[in-house]
């Protein structure tokens, strides 16, 4: 007798709460942003800081640009020039083009240098900040 009643309250009790589950559904609000995805923190070490937005993926949309962002080298904030290329953009498309142990030489002026290594020979990289055309030393 106690294991009837039991079980009817095991069966009862879960339906019960799927019933009232569309009445809390009903009250729900969704909301769909297009474009990129910002946070108020830091998600993963490679998000950047974009004033006024907030965090966002950098590897994931590497084409936003706008006024500043947090550096990932140095732990500081880097101002980032409209239609220019970052030094970390640059290297990022140096490593794109089947580069590895990429390091910086130089992200100064109008080209920026970088070192690497591809088909084992170590090679020096220039980087166009304005077109992004690549060649290399």
């Given at each position: 007798?106690?294991?009837?009643?039991?079980?009817?309250?095991?069966v009862s009790?879960?339906?019960?709460?799927?019933?009232?589950?569309?009445?809390?559904?009903?009250?729900?609000?969704?909301?769909?942003?297009?474009?990129?995805?910002?946070?108020?923190?830091?998600?993963?070490?490679?998000?950047?800081?974009?004033?006024?937005?907030?965090?966002?993926?950098?590897?994931?949309?590497?084409?936003?640009?706008?006024?500043?962002?947090?550096?990932?080298?140095?732990?500081?904030?880097?101002?980032?020039?409209?239609?220019?290329?970052?030094?970390?953009?640059?290297?990022?498309?140096?490593?794109?083009?089947?580069?590895?142990?990429v390091q910086?030489?130089?992200?100064?002026?109008?080209?920026y240098a970088?070192?690497?290594?591809?088909?084992?020979?170590?090679?020096?990289?220039?980087?166009?900040?304005?077109?992004?055309?690549?060649?290399?030393?």
């Open positions: 007798m106690f294991s009837k009643a039991l079980l009817i309250c095991a009790l879960p339906l019960g709460l799927i019933g009232s589950a569309p009445a809390a559904l009903a009250h729900t609000n969704v909301d769909i942003h297009f474009g990129v995805p910002f946070y108020s923190y830091q998600v993963r070490p490679y998000y950047r800081y974009h004033r006024d937005y907030g965090w966002y993926d950098a590897y994931r949309y590497p084409r936003f640009r706008g006024g500043a962002y947090y550096g990932d080298d140095d732990d500081d904030y880097v101002a980032a020039y409209p239609g220019r290329l970052t030094c970390g953009e640059a290297r990022r498309r140096v490593r794109e083009h089947g580069f590895y142990h910086t030489r130089d992200c100064y002026g109008r080209t970088f070192d690497g290594i591809r088909d084992g020979h170590w090679a020096t990289i220039f980087v166009n900040p304005y077109s992004g055309q690549m060649w290399k030393d």
